[in-house]
Nanobody, 125 residues
Framework: QVQLVESGGGLVQAGGSLRLSCKASGLSVRGYAMGWFRQAPGKEREFVAAIDLSGGSTNPAESVEGRFTISRDNAKNTVYLQMNTLKPEDTAVYYC??????????????????WGQGTQVTVSS
């Protein structure tokens, strides 16, 4: 059974940092491009960043570029999202997802096969 489990969310003040982790089981992330998405209350799910299977290429959304960094450790079967200079508008549930097309840095959620349950990030002003 494939599971993606996010952790590291929480409450932080604006300007602060958080590091999200996404640990996979039942699946080797080595063969997958991985992505992070987020969904705020009353809004559609939004692409945040993607990374190819080698970790050599990333594709952050314009809204987070320069503040968020996606990375991966294939040996630990884990993907990370380092979030710096957080803003109240970053408040959302953050999801990680796996795309079997390993070199595709997709911003379309329909390209991802497996999803985690999400972790809440709340940024106070």
């Amino acid at each position: 059974q494939v599971q993606l489990v996010e952790s590291g969310g929480g409450l932080v003040q604006a300007g602060g940092s958080l590091r999200l982790s996404c640990k996979a089981s039942g699946l080797s992330v080595r063969g997958y491009a991985m992505g992070w998405f987020r969904q705020a209350p009353g809004k559609e799910r939004e692409f945040v960043a993607a990374i190819d299977l080698s970790g050599g290429s990333t594709n952050p959304a314009e809204s987070v570029e320069g503040r968020f960094t996606i990375s991966r450790d294939n040996a630990k079967n884990t993907v990370y999202l380092q979030m710096n200079t957080l803003k109240p508008e970053d408040t959302a549930v953050y999801y990680c997802a796996a795309n079997p097309r390993g070199f595709e840095l997709a911003d379309d959620s329909r390209r991802y096969t497996y999803w985690g349950q999400g972790t809440q990030v709340t940024v106070s002003s």
